[in-house]
């Protein structure tokens, strides 16, 4: 009796414990609800351009590493693409849990179905439209007729170029061509006289004045004045599962802005050493062009809005997107209100 009364002891405790939601397998907490599954590894993608060197600074302090060990994190994949194109199709694939990119290729992304919002801004400004030398200009329709490089449609660059062209009188279509090309192809195109002109992000346009092959005749701040660039790009299924790790990614981004910004020497060293980019050329790019890297959201908000209507103007997208569907602030928010 005694033996029987302990077996029927032990049922009713495991069925008190299930009915409670103390003992589960579905990985749920004491409140029954479920918890998101442990992460031990973050893939992060970035271009290598001066735009995005908060990404290589905390990767060369080990801050990426450091700060984000007590959430779990023990490896940092990285990942690197040419442009913002074949970085988004790698996020919407699922590869991607951070990205470094610009806003355009990010709405771009977002338009056809990808779940992430942009939670920071990375910098404005910052690319040039490079002439080869035996062209004269004077305004922009000398630009007709001619072959111009960019980045493939969709991107910052494309984007901003169609629309600065449209606004000067030409039809980015029929007045021109536009090839799409990643930096370094484009930079050789106009170095073999390929091509007419290029407009890029820092440093491939003081890579082709250096050697001769153009001169910088409109800077990107003057076609769109104090327009957004490159962002911090968050996928929704890490925003919604960890949303503290994506403060702390915040915060690290941050963190490594202000430091570029105080450092601009040892900036220009960190790309030229995860680049091998000539030092000499990193420091002239970084004293002549327009770009300025900052984290505050508020301050691309309607220049990112107004690309989305720009691209559904130039049938890139469905439908333009609205600033909620772009933006997830809230993690800025927190990360300067701890200060």
């Avoid at 279509?173 to 106009?190: N, R, Y």
């Avoid at 001769?212 to 490159?230: K, L």
């Avoid at 559904?312 to 200060?339: G, H, M, R, W």
């Amino acid at each position: 009796m005694k033996k029987i009364g302990i077996i029927t002891l032990t049922l009713l405790l495991v069925a008190f414990a299930f009915a409670s939601g103390c003992a589960s397998n579905n990985g749920g907490n004491e409140s029954g609800v479920k918890e998101a599954p442990a992460i031990t590894e973050l893939n992060i993608g970035y271009q290598p351009s001066t735009h995005q060197l908060a990404y290589m600074t905390a990767a060369e302090k080990g801050w990426w590493k450091e700060d984000l060990a007590p959430y779990g994190i023990e490896k940092i994949n990285e990942y690197q693409f040419p442009t913002g194109a074949p970085e988004m199709q790698a996020m919407m694939a699922g590869d991607l849990d951070v990205a470094y990119v610009g806003a355009a290729p990010a709405i771009t992304a977002l338009s056809s179905g990808l779940d992430a919002k942009i939670v920071e801004p990375v910098q404005i400004n910052g690319s040039s439209l490079v002439l080869r030398p035996e062209y004269e200009y004077e305004n922009p329709a000398d630009l007709k007729g001619l072959k111009i490089a960019t980045f493939p449609p969709g991107t910052i660059q494309d984007t901003l170029l169609r629309d600065w062209l449209k606004k000067n009188g030409l039809d980015p279509e029929k007045d021109v061509e536009i090839l799409g090309m990643a930096p370094g192809d484009a930079v050789t195109a106009i170095s073999a006289k390929q091509i007419a002109a290029v407009f890029l992000p820092h440093p491939s346009p003081a890579v082709i004045e250096k050697e001769g092959n153009g001169r910088t005749i409109v800077q990107s701040g003057e076609m769109s004045p104090n327009h957004a660039c490159c962002v911090l790009l968050i996928s929704g299924k890490l925003i919604k599962e960890h949303p503290e790790l994506v403060e702390q990614i915040v915060k690290t981004h941050i963190k490594a802005t202000d430091y570029n910004k105080e450092n601009i020497d040892e900036a220009a060293q960190i790309y030229s050493n995860k680049t091998t980019e000539d030092i000499d050329v990193v420091k002239k790019s970084l004293k002549e062009w327009d770009g300025a890297w900052i984290t505050d959201p508020a301050l691309i908000k309607n220049s990112t809005v107004d690309y989305s209507r720009i691209q559904y103007e130039l049938n890139y997208t469905q439908k333009p997107l609205t600033e909620e569907e772009i933006f997830d602030t809230s993690f800025y928010e927190k990360a300067v209100n701890q200060k």
